[in-house]
Every structure is written in structure tokens, then in C-alpha cells.
């Protein structure tokens, strides 16, 4: 499809290149956008219809929003920001600079100017900082026929007409109805009738991963959003909540391999940039591997009066990480999920302990059998070896699942726990088991 678009930007055939792209979708067109120099960019952009432009827009990466903004005049400007959602406006200007900033909104009408400035006074990773002022709101003692009266004169621009707000006259959140409902009554019920009364919301400041969170427990393709008085200020619609269950991952993983979380595709991450998202992970790690340092150097006795000691060390710290590892990243997925609370700490805990001793009794036979029968290490390496990974097993997995948990109540990123916490922590415990067993059976 892109050498099609190149071919006939070269060609000049515009008209066929402005039939081809009518019948795309906007995120396909965006896809394409990024392949194209800034000049067919700009060309390619002029050609689409109206409505069609501020959805592709949308989808757009920054860099490439504002490299069209600049080149826009400001006819064309208007005519976008008009267009645009106020929700995806307002995600446009986090992403600009200043002076893009104040272009667009000296371009936009006073009403959503207002919009876009009270929905940036939320807190970031809010509710109210990803909801749309843009949905149809209804009064209960309308009839079927004025609510389809209402929604086909003020539905046009609306992010959702689906789902339909009843609010009173000092916009309190009373109850909504569904175009279903609305179709399967008579003309003449009321809404107050048919309404759903018991509704579920979120509050401007809950966060907006807990609103998300709604959508995939209760399958809502919208859910309001109301202030400290039940208001109704908006609505969050199930395309932003997949957004944010994106980010949300997205950022949980990288925290969880020990990287700043980053906000832009990798491809248009700088190479300083990524280094100095890793660096100082990578240097927090490298120091605290100081302890196990230490750890060794105590036991620097028993190395000297069993050499074939050290040869397991490996094998050791890093099945006490992988141990932690699944516990930790299992206790935090189901921490983000909501299955899982503080107050399920001792439940989780004791979950966990006893599959660490089903893991660690495995391991330990299975190592056992192949250092004594196999290597022919002796019986007593054997038996230090094997009795270590029992302990290592045991003690990665309570710390993985219980660090998640105590850095959540504590207010903390639980992601944050899982990479150089768990694994500076076991590595030393492991190293401590070991080399007190060693010590203990072999005398030294």
C-alpha cells in the first residue's frame, strides 16, 4: 500500500490517491503517514476530507502533529481543532511545546478553550484528565420520542450517543439509558420509567487505572465521571480506557526490568535517551551487588578449603531470581488487577510458602540425585547444595510476594519491587544460606 501512496504522489494523481484514501481507516492512514517524507506528509494530509483529517491527526506520534501544526495555516488549523474531541485535544497539548500550545488554542471557540483548560487542572493519571466533556445528557421526565428528538439535534458532535446521562437541572448525575432501551419502549414512556437509577461512576480525581479497570470488570463501552457533589462533568469512553490499560502495562514492564518508563515508541527513542532511562538502574544494581561482594569475601575460608563450593554459586542466585521473580510478578499482576489486597497479605503469604516448599522439595531431590549420582560431588556437597536451593526457594519466594504488597500500601509503584529489589535481596540471603550450611556440615 505505501509504494501505491508513493507512486501516485510522485505521479501527482491526487484525485485517485483521494479516492484510495476515503476508504481507509484513520489509524491505517497514520500507519502510512510515519513512512513518508514531511513534504508528501503535508500533501497527503490536504487531501483528506474534513472529518477524516482530525481523525488521522489523532492517531499521529507528536513529532508528527507538530511538524503538521507548524505547516498549517491557520484556516486549516481551525478547521482540525474544530474537529478534534476535546479529551484528544487536550492529549495533543500535554505533548506540545508552548508556542504549538497557544496556537491551537488561540484557534479553538471559547467553549472548548474552557473545556481544555479545566480538564488540564486535574491531577495527571486521573479520571478527569482523560474524560471527554462531549456526551448526551437527558432529563427523566422526557418522553422516548423527545429523547430521540434531543440526541438526533445534539448527538451529531458527541464522543458516544449509546449510552445517555439522566442528570437534573443542576447537572446531578440521576441515572442513564441506553439507545436500546430508548428502541424496545413506547414513544411515550418516560425516561424516569426505563432508566437505569443504579449507576456506577468514577470521581474526578479516582485514578485512571481504576477507571479502566471498571470497563474490563463490567464490559461498559462508557462510564461517568462526576465531582465531589455527583455532578456529571464528563465521561471516559472504552477507547481511552484501553489506552491507559496499554500505558499502564506498558510501564509496569519496564519498571519491572529496571527501566524508566518511557512515553515514546522505541523506534523514536534517542539512544541518550534510552541510556539514561537504564543507566541508573543499572548502576543502583551494580552497587548493591556489593553486598553479595562482601558476603563472599567473609566466606573466603570455606572457598579456600572447598574450591568445587563456588561452582554453584550461579546456579543458586539464579534460581533464587527466577523463584522471586514468579511471585513478585504474579503478586503485582493481580495487585493492578484489583484481585489482591493488603489485607490479603497472610492469605498470599501462605499461598506462596507452600508452593515454595512443593518447589523447593523438587528442586532439592532432582539436584540432589544428579550431584551425588551424576557429578559425583560427595554426599555432603550434595546434601549442602541441595538443603541451599531449598532455603534460597523458600525465602525468593515470600520476599517476591510479600515486597509488591508492602510497597503497594506504602504508596509505592509495586513494579518497582520486582526487578532490583527482589534480586539484590535474594542474591544475598541465597549466598547466606548457602555458606552457613556449608559451614555447619563441613566444620570450617
Request: glycine share 4%; aromatic share 8%.
Amino acid at each position: 500500500m505505501h509504494k501505491n501512496f508513493m507512486q501516485l504522489l510522485e505521479d501527482k494523481k491526487y484525485q485517485q490517491l483521494k479516492d484510495l484514501l476515503i476508504n481507509m481507516e484513520p489509524a491505517d492512514i497514520a500507519v502510512h503517514f510515519s513512512e513518508l517524507s514531511e513534504r508528501h506528509r503535508a500533501i497527503m494530509f490536504r487531501l483528506l476530507p474534513k472529518e477524516s483529517a482530525a481523525e488521522v491527526f489523532v492517531e499521529l506520534e507528536p513529532d508528527m502533529q507538530e511538524a503538521l501544526i507548524i505547516g498549517f495555516s491557520d484556516n486549516e488549523l481551525k478547521e482540525i481543532v474544530d474537529e478534534l474531541y476535546v479529551d484528544d485535544a487536550v492529549d495533543i497539548i500535554e505533548e506540545m511545546p508552548a508556542n504549538v500550545v497557544s496556537r491551537i488554542l488561540r484557534h479553538a471557540d471559547t467553549e472548548m478553550r474552557r473545556d481544555i483548560n479545566q480538564m488540564l487542572r486535574y491531577p495527571p493519571d486521573s479520571a478527569g484528565s482523560i474524560m471527554t466533556t462531549e456526551y448526551v445528557n437527558l432529563r427523566k421526565d422526557m418522553t422516548v420520542e423527545d429523547a430521540f428528538t434531543h440526541i438526533r439535534r445534539k448527538g451529531t458532535d458527541k464522543e458516544t450517543i449509546y449510552t445517555c446521562y439522566v442528570t437534573d437541572n443542576n447537572r446531578i448525575l440521576e441515572g442513564l439509558v441506553t439507545v436500546k432501551d430508548l428502541l424496545l419502549n413506547d414513544y411515550a414512556c418516560t425516561l424516569e420509567e426505563i432508566m437505569e437509577t443504579n449507576v456506577i461512576y468514577v470521581n474526578t480525581t479516582d485514578d485512571q487505572e481504576y477507571a479502566a479497570q471498571l470497563f474490563e470488570k463490567y464490559d461498559f463501552i462508557a462510564i461517568p465521571v462526576v465531582d465531589k457533589e455527583k455532578r456529571l462533568v464528563g465521561i471516559i469512553t472504552v477507547d481511552d480506557a484501553i489506552d491507559v490499560i496499554t500505558e499502564e502495562a506498558t510501564e509496569d514492564i519496564e519498571k519491572m526490568a529496571a527501566i524508566i518508563p518511557s512515553d515514546k515508541p522505541y523506534l523514536r527513542t534517542g539512544v541518550l535517551e534510552i541510556f539514561r532511562q537504564r543507566i541508573p538502574w543499572l548502576l543502583l544494581m551494580m552497587l548493591s551487588a556489593t553486598f553479595t561482594q562482601n558476603i563472599i569475601s567473609h566466606y573466603e575460608s570455606a572457598f579456600l578449603a572447598y574450591g568445587i563450593l563456588t561452582s554453584f554459586i550461579p546456579m543458586l542466585m539464579g534460581t533464587g531470581g527466577n523463584s522471586g521473580s514468579q511471585s513478585s510478578v504474579t503478586i503485582i499482576r493481580s495487585l493492578s488487577l484489583g484481585d489482591i489486597t493488603f489485607r490479603d497479605t497472610l492469605k498470599v503469604m501462605f499461598k506462596e510458602l507452600r508452593v515454595a516448599i512443593l518447589c523447593g522439595v523438587t528442586l532439592g531431590i532432582v539436584n540432589f540425585a544428579k550431584l551425588a549420582f551424576i557429578d559425583r560431588a560427595g554426599i555432603d556437597i550434595s546434601i549442602i547444595v541441595s538443603s541451599a536451593l531449598v532455603g534460597t526457594v523458600l525465602f525468593a519466594k515470600l520476599v517476591g510476594c510479600s515486597l509488591p504488597m508492602l510497597a503497594k500500601k506504602l504508596h509505592l509503584d509495586p513494579a518497582v519491587m520486582a526487578s532490583p529489589f527482589i534480586t539484590t535481596i535474594v542474591d544475598a540471603i541465597s549466598l547466606v544460606i548457602y555458606f552457613d550450611i556449608a559451614t555447619r556440615i563441613l566444620n570450617i
